[in-house]
């Protein structure tokens, strides 16, 4: 299996921040990762497909790239109700296999 | 939009197993994957398989190979989870989820709890 790791495992910021979380595969995935975003009780939403691409609705300040083994993902003005964890996810081209990374826990400062 | 909705809570003994329904509407079931992925309590997401209905063949991540069984009946555009030889570590939310690559859509969850 693919393993994904995440950096920071957690991080505390201004409202106004830039934020940043990096995602690195164990081997070559192409583009082929998303972002999600969890808040507590709730089930996670999808807010990166692709690597790069914003899901429908989604606000812009969010975004991601990277491809290969190495992902960022950035919020360029973090909000209050940013507050949450992120996810990255692998998957395989055919809807095979998939893995997430353990997670980015973001607070306010 | 594709809805998915899910059974309910189930308690369980140790070294039984649990069956999770997830049922989809508004959208063609076959056309898309559907995939099991459980949150244990304070911890993060841990995908455990996958099936694409048109296909039938599912595929289960190492950890659960020969635990898990994912199946799907396109009559009823039912998805379903059964994890056997349940432990305490497996109490958890379990969470149906569809779309190819992405997730794009999450049923509410399950939460199975296994307790003597």
């Known amino acids: 299996d693919i393993q994904m790791t995440q950096s920071p495992s957690s991080l505390s910021a201004s409202v106004g921040d830039r934020v940043t979380i990096t995602c690195q595969a164990s081997?070559?995935?192409?583009?082929?990762l998303n972002w999600y975003q969890q808040k507590p009780g709730k089930a996670p939403k999808l807010l990166i497909y692709d690597a790069s691409n914003l899901e429908t609705g989604v606000p812009s300040r969010f975004s991601g790239s990277g491809s290969g083994t190495d992902f960022t993902f950035t919020i360029s003005s973090l909000q209050p109700e940013d507050i949450a964890t992120y996810y990255c996810q692998q998957y395989d081209n055919l809807p095979g296999f998939s893995t997430f990374g353990p997670g980015t826990k973001v607070d306010i400062k | 939009q594709v809805q998915l909705v899910q059974s309910g809570a189930e308690v369980k003994k140790p070294g039984s197993s649990v069956k999770v329904s997830c049922k989809a509407s508004?959208?063609?079931?076959?056309?898309?994957?559907i995939s099991w992925v459980r949150q244990a309590p304070g911890q993060g997401l841990e995908w455990m398989g996958g099936i694409i209905p048109i296909f039938g063949t599912a595929n289960y991540a190492q950890k659960f190979q020969g635990r898990v069984t994912i199946t799907t009946d396109e009559s009823t555009s039912t998805a379903y989870m059964e994890l056997s030889s349940l432990r305490s570590e497996d109490t958890a939310v379990y969470y149906c989820?569809?779309?190819?690559?992405?997730?794009?859509?999450w049923g509410q969850g399950t939460l199975v709890t296994v307790s003597s």
């Open positions: 081997q070559d995935i192409s583009n082929y």
């Open positions: 508004g959208g063609t079931f076959s056309s898309y994957a």
């Open positions: 989820v569809g779309g190819v690559g992405a997730f794009d859509y």
